[in-house]
Nanobody, 119 residues
Framework: HVQLVESGGDSVQDGGSLRLSCAVS????????MAWFRQAPGKEREGVAT???????EYADSVKGRFTISKDNSEGILSLQMGSLKPEDTATYYC???????????????WGHGTQVTV
């Protein structure tokens, strides 16, 4: 049974930084592709950053240069380091996982419950 639990969401000032974490369990973490998505009220869920099983990362244009995705295979932790935060980054952030890499499409099979980021 795959479980994803996000943490680290908070309220921060415009221009501030925040680090989100996603603890994963229930599968061989290193075999899976992972991603961070976000959803603001009244908007569709959008892909923010993703990393494949080899560690290759992709980012949405809106966060390139500001956000960094990483994963610690030994600890089973997916992270998202966010910097230069803007009010438009305000959303609930979700982590997702799947053996197949869906890039920034929301086709991942496993999802966490989300953590709120307010800028």
């Amino acid at each position: 049974h795959v479980q994803l639990v996000e943490s680290g969401g908070d309220s921060v000032q415009d221009g501030g930084s925040l680090r989100l974490s996603c603890a994963v369990s229930g599968y061989h973490y290193s075999w899976y592709c992972m991603a961070w998505f976000r959803q603001a009220p009244g908007k569709e869920r959008e892909g923010v950053a993703t990393i494949d099983d080899n560690g290759y990362a992709e980012y949405a244009d809106s966060v390139k240069g500001r956000f960094t995705i990483s994963k610690d295979n030994s600890e089973g932790i997916l992270s998202l380091q966010m910097g230069s935060l803007k009010p438009e980054d305000t959303a609930t952030y979700y982590c997702a996982a799947d053996p197949q890499w869906w890039h920034l499409m929301a086709n991942y099979n496993h999802w966490g419950h989300g953590t709120q980021v307010t800028v």
